[in-house]
């Protein structure tokens, strides 16, 4: 049954064409992804990675392939059909964390729920705040994005997206400009958020983060080259029966 699937894609490639030179990102990708899975997706740099979230966006368009997302054919949408779609379904998590400087904590959640025809001025005040309560913001809503530190941006960032209630958050390298410490802080929420239900595609070349998710997809010169179930063995945290 293919309705369990939040993400199914078909044979999707993705040509970049220059007048001089033609790149082929991606080949022949098939990849099924089920509601409420948490995959990773790894690999080299350049091998296709980020054109890959882009397409599962909806920022960009295959070249060839079906996407289906959350049931919807979203191979040959126009324009504006998918800018909905994507505003409706998808969440983003980026590695510069992507908030508006000029708007406080607050307004940068609020802006893309003001474009949802569905949620009511009430419905999206309520939203604001569960999400900035979910990663523990509420007390720096009136701040502007430079008051903070790069890992509270990113927790804003991390409210940004799950706001909406999306069937699919999409992280590029969401800890890659991150110490340490406010990338655990990440990979956390990330984590909890999971736990909640939310399907999560997060691309990372952190062996370490990775394996912090259920699935592992290994990329190579824009294909699959591995995709596997992340097996840790949990009861060696666990007290002795
Ligand atoms: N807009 C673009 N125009 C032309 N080539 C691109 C474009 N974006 C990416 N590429 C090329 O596509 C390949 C995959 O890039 P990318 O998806 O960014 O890889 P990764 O995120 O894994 O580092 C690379 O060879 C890159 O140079
Ligand atoms: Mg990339």
Known sequence: MSDEYVIELQSISKVYSTETLETHALQNINLKVVKGEFISIAGPSGCGKSTLLSLLGLLDTATSGTYLLANHDASNLGRDERARLRNQEIGFIFQSFNLIS????????????????DLSTVKIQETVTEALDIVDMMSRADHFPSQLS???????????????????????????????????????????????????CMVTHDLKSAQRAERYVELFDGQIVSDNPIRIDKSQSAPAA
């Open 150 to 200: 790069g890992g509270q941006q990113q927790r804003v960032a991390v409210a940004r997206a799950i706001s909406g209630n999306p069937s699919l958050v999409l992280a590029d390298e969401p800890c890659g400009n991150l110490d340490s410490k406010n990338a655990e802080s990440v990979m956390q929420l990330l984590e909890s958020l999971h736990k909640r239900g939310t399907t999560i």
């Open 102 to 117: 000029d708007l406080t904590v607050y307004e940068n959640i609020e802006l893309p729920l003001t474009y949802r025809s």
